[in-house]
């Protein structure tokens, strides 16, 4: 494995990160879900509802590519290839975000 220091402190900041900024979100999805099941009365609107889940989503998937190219990188141990998959993984994400935008 290439540089295995640079490996593990960055994985360690990426897990603070990800850990940090989904504490927030996961706050969010939880209000979402308890406005959607629990309460009888609106008490959230459905653009604070929809903002819950669709932050979850970006989140989660931010999270996931995020956690893949940590594995690339440890699995092939070269950082230069777990890039190639990462920038791979960043245009299918790209085509299938302008697919789901174009009516």
Do not use: H
């Not at 653009?47 to 979850?56: D, P």
């Amino acid at each position: 494995m290439d540089a295995p220091v640079q490996f593990a402190v960055l994985s360690i900041i990426s897990f603070v990160i990800i850990l940090v900024s989904g504490i927030g979100i996961i706050r969010s999805l939880t209000l979402a879900l308890e406005a959607k099941y629990e309460f009888s009365g609106d008490s959230l609107t459905k653009r604070s509802r929809l903002k819950g889940f669709l932050l979850f989503g970006f989140w989660l998937l931010a999270a996931s590519v995020n956690w893949s190219f940590f594995f690339d990188w440890y699995f092939t141990g070269s950082s230069a290839q777990a890039f190639e998959r990462l920038a791979d993984r960043a245009y299918i994400i790209i085509l299938i975000l302008d697919a789901m935008s174009s009516d």
